[in-house]
């Protein structure tokens, strides 16, 4: 009977063994499975707070690309970068600001370091003075 006991026991050991080595197989691939969620979960929250940038982003541009196609933008830069003016406006001309050399690039321009081909302004006063600032305001001879 002892020799039946023996055999029946590492039958017993054996088993065990291998029952715990499923067991512990198992529970690793749980794990990495729940290593896996968890990466998955935390790069979607990352992907939903970048959408939400970006949903920002873009209502600020629309916004900016309304303003900029707006008739009060375009009459901004009109006025501002283009010196149109609107009827009843009053328009104000500050003479005597730049030397009549620098008006005619000369001297005192290039020592600057301004090209004196790129506006070339008649004198202060002259007759070509008084037809090109007339011209800018668009009063006709």
Do not use: C
Not at 13 to 37: A, K
Not at 121 to 140: I, K, M, N, T, Y
């Amino acid at each position: 009977m002892k020799h039946e006991r023996s055999e029946s026991a590492p039958r017993i050991s054996f088993w065990t063994i291998i029952g715990l080595l499923l067991l512990l197989l198992f529970l690793l691939n749980y794990l990495d499975r729940v290593n896996e969620l968890v990466m998955v979960q935390s790069s979607a929250s990352t992907m939903e707070r970048e959408i939400e940038l970006a949903k920002q982003w873009n209502l600020q541009l629309k916004n900016e690309l309304s303003y900029y196609a707006s008739r009060e933008y375009v009459e901004e830069i009109a006025r501002s970068e283009l010196g149109y003016v609107q009827p009843g406006d009053d328009v104000f001309v500050v003479l005597g600001t730049e030397t009549e050399s620098d008006m005619l690039g000369g001297a005192g321009a290039l020592e600057n370091g301004q090209n004196s081909s790129a506006s070339v302004e008649p004198a202060l006063f002259s007759r070509a003075w008084w037809q090109l600032w007339l011209d800018r305001l668009g009063v006709a001879r």
